[in-house]
């Protein structure tokens, strides 16, 4: 088992180079490649079909818990909000759990997993990229070559009152994200894409740009036209300094009217 592995997951060169290009899956051909794109354009559809009515009928509400996430852990092998929902009602029956509160707990969990879903996926409609090795949690894709973990997140509230400054120095957010995300066992130095969703008018919504798949694609485009990486320098999980290649890119609601520029 360990050899098929190591197939599909190379080795990282030593010494860790942010560049370094990973062994990719079989190239397709020409041929195929309608077909694909074809098939990410309708998942990509269906995903935001169903991320939408989410949106639109789910609050914020309740911060994470361990209990409720142990609960709710079928989220990630649904595919449509209905089931979620009937899934979690169930669940909630069983444990004597609130049953509103632990269906709105799973249905934001559930949009969360499919965002992130749809953000490879738009990246992946883009010239030069390619999915990264299956089930690698440090690569979900390629951008010339190149290895790419994506995270969203929310502005942080250290940084909530100077957005402007995300712009300036995007490396200060970058650096401090690596540093409070994903920590513990999973915490690692490899390149990093940071989707940060800002909404200056209400910082309290601006988690539904996690599943907003207009504001993605906005996002996603004026980034791949106009790269804008960070070199950093950061300490792994044993204190040995690594570089690493990163970039914020910022996701803007796209209200009527509202000109989208780039943080």
């Not at 180079?17 to 990410?40: D, K, V």
């Not at 090795?133 to 929310?154: A, C, N, Q, S, Y």
Request: proline share 7%.
């Amino acid at each position: 088992m360990d050899h098929l592995f190591d197939q599909l997951v190379p080795a990282q060169p030593r010494p860790y180079s942010a560049y370094a290009p990973i062994r990719q899956p079989r190239r397709l051909r020409r041929e195929e490649w309608p077909g694909r794109l074809l098939e990410r354009a309708g998942e990509v559809e269906r995903i935001g079909a169903q991320l939408a009515r989410v949106a639109a009928t789910v609050p914020w509400g309740r911060v994470q818990d361990d209990l409720w996430d142990a609960r709710s852990g079928f989220v990630y092998r649904l595919r449509a909000e209905a089931s979620v929902r009937d899934r979690a009602e169930r669940v909630a029956a069983e444990h004597g759990l609130d049953r509103r509160e632990f269906v709105h707990y799973a249905l934001r969990r559930w949009y969360c997993f499919w965002g992130a879903r749809v953000a490879e996926l738009l990246f992946l409609e883009h010239d030069g990229v390619r999915p990264g090795p299956p089930r690698h949690h440090e690569v979900d894709f390629t951008i010339d070559g190149v290895p790419f973990d994506l995270k969203t997140t929310e502005v942080p509230r250290v940084f909530a009152a100077s957005i402007a400054d995300v712009s300036a120095n995007p490396g200060k957010l970058a650096s401090w994200l690596y540093d409070h995300q994903s920590r513990e066992g999973r915490y690692h130095t490899a390149n990093r894409l940071f989707l940060v969703l800002c909404d200056a008018e209400a910082p309290d919504e601006a988690w539904r740009l996690r599943g907003d798949v207009v504001a993605l694609r906005a996002a996603i485009e004026r980034f791949m036209a106009r790269r804008r990486y960070v070199e950093l320098r950061l300490p792994d999980r044993y204190g040995i300094e690594r570089r690493v290649l990163t970039a914020v890119v910022p996701v803007l609601p796209a209200r009527p009217g509202r000109q989208l520029r780039m943080l």
